[in-house]
């Protein structure tokens, strides 16, 4: 099983042109069924849909959320449709199983005034707090992931043209840039980063105080650091920025297909989770402006 499950591991890799992030949890996935595989001496290419099942409940039973659990199956489907293609098995035994429905939790989001309370934190009066000052500024303007914003090397940012091109996989995507986000991004490029950096062939649009790329850690210890400079009780990770700019983009009238397209989300789906907070914006409006309200 080892043998196929790296053979699968190594074509979704190269025709699906998935992310990092992506191929590990294939991978974190796939292992863990192939120990259930052999702790139970199951053949995996003659595994039944109760064997898949019971694989399935015991995931259940061992505690895993029903997001793990879904995405298991998501996992698992991709490797026996795989197979099947492959003419290594007759049938995809998880074909008729259903995912668990994951219910979609609301995202939390930090009000404009609390948004703006963390980006005066930062003050661009020495290398740092500039880096920091635009990194702040940039997550909230663009809404990307983390990752997404650690992997940018200097020419993704066009400050001419005011955009920023982020590559996820295959997938790529113009971003705009605001007016304070830009200032702040300048600021930091033209007298920050060429200080900061040791290294000439440094790509990396943002760096650590060593001049090497920043990192995951280092970015939500930033976060971390100006949260609780700004009194600001909320738990702040850099993807609540991420959720409080697409949920402010909907409260003052963007529409969700450009949000979608902003965010990156290959499903609507997953960008209408904003559309609860646009009710309440439509609430507050109506109380304030209809006459019998």
Same mark, same amino acid.
């Given at each position: 099983?080892?043998?196929?499950?790296?053979? &699968? /591991?190594?074509?979704? #890799?190269?025709? @699906? *042109?998935?992310?990092?992030?992506?191929? =590990? %949890?294939? +991978?974190?996935?796939?292992?863990?069924?192939?120990?259930?595989?052999?702790?139970?001496?199951?053949?995996?290419?003659?595994?039944?849909?109760?064997?898949?099942?019971?694989?399935?409940?015991?995931?259940?039973?061992?505690?895993?959320?029903?997001?793990?659990?879904?995405?298991?199956?998501?996992?698992?489907?991709?490797?026996?449709? &795989? /197979?099947?293609?492959? #003419?290594?098995? @007759? *049938?995809?035994?998880?074909?008729?199983? =259903? %995912?668990? +429905?994951?219910?979609?939790?609301?995202?939390?989001?930090?009000?404009?005034?609390?948004?703006?309370?963390?980006?005066e934190q930062p003050k661009d009066i020495d290398l740092k707090g500039t880096?920091d000052k635009a990194m702040l500024e940039f997550a909230y303007a663009t809404?990307?992931?983390?990752?997404?914003?650690?992997?940018?090397?200097?020419?993704?940012?066009?400050?001419?043209?005011?955009?920023?091109?982020?590559?996820?996989?295959?997938? =790529?995507?113009?971003?705009?840039?605001?007016?304070?986000?830009?200032?702040?991004?300048?600021?930091?490029?033209?007298?920050?980063?060429?200080?900061?950096?040791?290294?000439?062939?440094?790509?990396?649009?943002?760096?650590?105080?060593?001049?090497?790329?920043?990192?995951?850690?280092?970015?939500?210890?930033?976060?971390?650091?100006?949260?609780?400079?700004?009194?600001?009780?909320?738990?702040?990770?850099?993807?609540?920025?991420?959720?409080?700019?697409?949920?402010?983009?909907?409260?003052?009238?963007?529409?969700?297909?450009?949000?979608?397209?902003?965010?990156?989300?290959?499903?609507?789906?997953?960008?209408?989770?904003?559309?609860?907070?646009?009710?309440?914006?439509?609430?507050?409006?109506?109380?304030?402006?209809?006459?019998?309200?």
């Amino acid at each position: 099983m080892e043998k196929q499950v790296n053979n &699968f /591991l190594e074509f979704i #890799k190269e025709d @699906k *042109k998935l992310s990092a992030n992506t191929l =590990q %949890s294939y +991978k974190r996935d796939l292992i863990q069924f192939e120990n259930y595989v052999n702790a139970n001496k199951l053949n995996f290419l003659k595994i039944a849909e109760d064997d898949m099942k019971k694989y399935f409940s015991h995931l259940q039973e061992d505690g895993k959320k029903t997001s793990t659990i879904s995405r298991n199956v998501a996992s698992i489907r991709s490797f026996y449709q &795989f /197979l099947v293609r492959n #003419k290594k098995v @007759k *049938k995809d035994p998880t074909d008729k199983i =259903q %995912s668990p +429905k994951v219910e979609k939790k609301a995202p939390s989001v930090l009000s404009s005034q609390e948004v703006a309370l963390l980006l005066e934190q930062p003050k661009d009066i020495d290398l740092k707090g500039t880096r920091d000052k635009a990194m702040l500024e940039f997550a909230y303007a663009t809404g990307m992931r983390v990752t997404e914003i650690i992997s940018l090397d200097i020419d993704d940012v066009n400050l001419k043209e005011g955009i920023v091109i982020c590559r996820t996989g295959a997938r =790529q995507r113009n971003i705009p840039l605001g007016s304070l986000s830009l200032k702040a991004l300048a600021e930091y490029i033209e007298n920050s980063r060429p200080i900061l950096i040791k290294d000439e062939n440094v790509k990396a649009l943002f760096v650590n105080t060593n001049g090497k790329r920043l990192t995951r850690q280092g970015f939500w210890k930033i976060v971390k650091y100006y949260k609780e400079q700004a009194h600001i009780t909320k738990d702040i990770t850099p993807h609540v920025l991420r959720h409080s700019f697409a949920t402010h983009l909907l409260q003052n009238g963007a529409d969700l297909k450009s949000i979608q397209t902003m965010l990156g989300h290959s499903d609507i789906s997953s960008t209408q989770v904003y559309m609860q907070f646009q009710d309440e914006s439509i609430k507050n409006i109506y109380k304030h402006a209809h006459p019998r309200a």
